[in-house]
């Protein structure tokens, strides 16, 4: 039994974390189409969060729409890369 190599774009997907601007639904087109691409991970910023639920929703359907686990991220820093509000 020999095991076969990922394609280079898996590959090179898997590594990746990133951004969905705009996005606060796991049906945006934008969203489906980055799960379902294999990336690493997902940024999530202060445009993609209205509350709670919403973002628990948005990463339950982005990992849905993911072939692999994804790592979700934010940012603790004021500014454009602001975190979730508490």
């Not at 973002?55 to 979730?84: F, K, W």
Request: charge should be negative.
């Amino acid at each position: 039994m020999t095991c076969e190599p990922a394609a280079l774009s898996a590959r090179a997907a898997a590594v990746l974390v990133v951004g969905l601007p705009g996005v606060t639904a796991a049906t945006d087109p934008l969203a489906v189409q980055v799960a379902g691409m294999g990336v690493g991970g997902i940024f999530l910023s202060e445009p993609n969060v209205q509350d709670a639920a919403q973002v628990t929703a948005l990463v339950a359907g982005l990992q849905a729409a993911a072939p692999r686990p994804l790592v979700i991220s934010t940012d603790e820093e004021s500014g454009r890369g602001a975190g979730p509000p508490t």
